[in-house]
């Protein structure tokens, strides 16, 4: 999937979030475990991972 360059992501913590989560631009490098959220000015979309106890996503 390909992405618009304008679009911000916000993405979850491992444990929890500390007041740090932010909407920011593409990073390969970043890790977004459990869920993320996409927005753009027109659209927004979230994807999450549907899990049992003791699993560990991103």
């Given at each position: ?10 993405g979850d913590a491992w444990e929890r979030g500390y007041g740090d989560m932010e909407w920011k631009g593409m ?32």
């Amino acid at each position: 999937m390909s992405w618009d360059k304008n679009i911000r992501f916000l993405g979850d913590a491992w444990e929890r979030g500390y007041g740090d989560m932010e909407w920011k631009g593409m990073n390969p490098n970043r890790f977004m475990p459990w869920y993320f959220c996409a927005k753009s000015e027109a659209k927004s979309v979230c994807y999450g991972v549907k899990v049992r106890p003791s699993a560990m996503c991103f």
